[in-house]
């Protein structure tokens, strides 16, 4: 049902763009479990008719319950403690605080349970596409024969639990079968896209020590084949934890001395053995950007993932045995470990290793079409590079089995919204999510029951005590401030790698409001329970006082044709002075002459406010971004300081460094 024209909303509440109908509502697995956890665990029952005081009742007992919440969820989802837990929660104090004390688990088993299920054996566990855009299924029988014998070859070559277990591999179903192994095994693993070059790939996985490498020879993208042969053998040979390197011959060639073939390990007859671990036993590890020294190594529990992600998929995405799940991400994103968790819920997860936009900026729309996706997500950035396009999705696709479009990577700005609803369908649910590598997670996002609300996320997740806190530790409604949890989720990192005394943990989210994770993002938490993303706190806009987030300008601006991307940057000066360029990155053909600057002041002042006109408008080559894709602005506003370039950032975790020489010179020429 859309809500596109209705007038019978509340005085001063936006209009909806969309909302589900009754029978959607009905249907959401997020209603099944509260009537379930009403029934059985006391939660606030469902009111009749008002789906968003429903949720609003459910999330206030989640938080303040966080015990009784995931009691019920751990039994409603059926998981499986090979030995019981102690308590649900070891109290609630950040970082410390301990999850299922005493219980044992495996998070592979539970990504395997459909395949126990013969009427579901011979149904796709994974829809693999590259860009000639045709499927390749691996059904469920497939998958748990090879998990099985690869986690058999760990075990022979001597990964044991907690050993580390590497991938240099594209987003193919390898990828997934390799995860899906160590952790049957209890060993962790950690990949990186074969994208990475090798200092990026190094600067990661030297912190961790693998034992084992699973590598590809090259991979395919925008039409042509990449060689990586080079860039693995300078793996192996600054890795010297390496007991074994498995080579995926995704270009074909043969596997190089002393490697083991990827089809050798993964053709054996074997029963699944899934190693019973602690539940905050690691199960991978994930790293920040690494813009300004070595990426943070983030070690996440098999348990803490396994009930996120699971919370996650079904009660918030809706996701069960029938969907068919696409997210467009690459193996150095945690999207990708997300993905991969659809398995979780027994719906069919659509991998695609290729570019987003080939043979044309409609490909991952085509691959949508092309598998049946249900539930597709991809970043903000896309969606826009659709819009000034001019594609049409909906009229030249059949995406009829489309029922969410969900996006994250950055705030999708409010015409990203109004552009879905127009050209994918005027009755998409359209969920933009905001999380972070740290929680592997959102904080909030997707709800299947509630409106969605242009420019906005529907509501915090369920079981996250999400804030806004203005710098004293006062909560805000309404305003913008930090965005804050106040207590602890399942999926916080157990620990940093290589951080005995855990400070450089405690350094990265409890140092500003003790006790108290500040995640780095500017958020408003509206009076409806929705929330609004304006960019990252770290790099925030502050004119006189007044707090402006990035994402506002970038939304208003990246409007004009003329305007490919942007960069903003606020720089405190020496003399207490505030200097806010805006960096311009043209469409093909577009000159930045005054005209121009003109304009592009005019729709910021007049969409924003005179306070958020640039004082400088530059051109610039392109936006310099991290290896995932996220817009440099901390070590922009450091090199903008006179910070030498090698101290601002590291190179090894940008997308092209020879950008950065333009903002040095710029520092160096300013008076």
Request: aromatic share 8%; net charge negative.
């Amino acid at each position: 049902m859309t809500a596109g024209h209705s007038t019978s909303r509340p005085s001063g509440e936006p209009e909806a763009l969309w909302q589900p109908g009754p029978d959607r509502v009905a249907a959401a697995q997020i209603t099944r479990f509260q009537a379930w956890a009403a029934e059985h665990h006391g939660a606030p029952a469902a009111t009749p008719g008002d789906p968003a005081a429903s949720y609003a009742a459910l999330h206030r007992w989640s938080t303040e319950e966080l015990a009784a919440f995931w009691r019920a969820f751990a039994e409603w989802s059926g998981i499986r403690f090979s030995t019981p837990y102690d308590t649900v929660l070891a109290g609630e104090a950040m970082p410390g605080a301990r999850w299922f004390p005493g219980a044992t688990l495996n998070y592979a088993e539970h990504a395997l349970r459909t395949a126990e299920d013969p009427a579901r054996a011979d149904e796709p566990a994974i829809l693999h596409v590259d860009e000639t855009h045709e499927p390749t299924p691996v059904t469920w029988s497939q998958l748990r024969g090879q998990v099985a014998s690869l986690a058999e070859e760990l075990r022979r070559i001597g990964v044991r639990p907690g050993d580390r277990v590497s991938g240099y591999l594209p987003n193919i179903p390898e990828a997934a079968v390799a995860l899906l192994a160590t952790a049957a095994v209890g060993g962790v693993w950690t990949s990186c896209a074969p994208d990475f070059g090798a200092r990026s790939v190094l600067d990661r996985f030297q912190q961790v020590e693998p034992v084992v490498l699973f590598t590809v020879d090259g991979y395919r993208y925008g039409g042509k084949e990449h060689d990586r042969r080079d860039t693995v053998a300078e793996l192996r040979a600054e890795l010297p934890t390496l007991s074994a390197v498995v080579h995926v011959p995704l270009l074909g060639t043969p596997a190089p001395e002393g490697a083991l073939e990827w089809s050798d390990l993964t053709s054996g007859d074997a029963e699944p053995r899934f190693e019973q671990v602690p539940f905050d036993h690691p199960l991978w590890v994930l790293y920040s950007s690494g813009t300004t020294g070595l990426p943070k190594a983030i070690v996440q529990s098999q348990g803490g993932i396994l009930l996120e992600h699971l919370k996650q998929l079904t009660l918030h995405n809706d996701i069960g045995p029938g969907d068919r799940f696409f997210w467009f991400t690459s193996t150095g994103w945690m999207m990708w470990n997300l993905l991969v968790s659809g398995l979780l819920t027994g719906c069919t997860v659509v991998t695609y290793d290729g570019s987003p936009g080939y043979p044309d900026v409609a490909a991952q729309w085509r691959v949508a079409e092309r598998t049946g996706t249900t539930v597709y997500g991809t970043s903000a950035a896309y969606v826009m590079a659709c819009r000034k396009a001019g594609i049409h999705p909906g009229r030249d696709l059949d995406l009829s089995r489309v029922k969410c479009v969900a996006t994250t990577g950055s705030p999708l700005p409010p015409d990203g919204f109004r552009w879905i609803h127009d050209e994918v369908s005027e009755d998409m649910w359209i969920a933009s999510v905001s999380g972070g590598t740290d929680v592997c997670s959102c904080f909030a996002g997707a709800v299947p029951t509630l409106p969605v609300h242009t420019g906005e996320l529907q509501a915090p997740s369920l079981a996250t005590a999400l804030h806004a806190w203005d710098p004293q530790g006062k909560p805000l409604i309404d305003e913008v401030g930090e965005l804050v949890v106040t207590k602890p989720m399942p999926s916080m990192p157990v620990r940093f790698w290589n951080d005995p005394d855990g400070s450089r943990y405690h350094d990265s989210y409890f140092d500003v409001y003790p006790g108290v994770w500040r995640h780095g993002d500017w958020i408003t938490l509206t009076s409806r329970n929705s929330v609004v993303i304006h960019g990252r706190s770290d790099s925030t806009l502050n004119r006189g006082g007044v707090r402006m987030g990035s994402a506002d300008i970038y939304e208003a601006v990246e409007r004009l044709p003329e305007i490919r991307e942007s960069l903003v940057i606020g720089v405190e000066l020496p003399d207490g002075g505030y200097w806010m360029p805006l960096f311009v990155h043209l469409a093909e053909g577009a000159v930045l002459d005054d005209a121009l600057r003109d304009n592009v002041k005019r729709t910021i002042r007049s969409g924003l406010s005179p306070r958020h006109v640039p004082d400088e408008i530059i051109e610039i080559p392109a936006v310099p971004h991290t290896l995932t894709g996220k817009r440099l602005e901390v070590p922009v506003k450091r090199l903008l300081q006179g910070t030498p370039l090698e101290k601002a950032v590291n190179p090894g975790s940008v997308d092209n460094v020879e950008l950065l020489h333009l903002y040095e010179r710029l520092a160096a020429d300013r008076p």
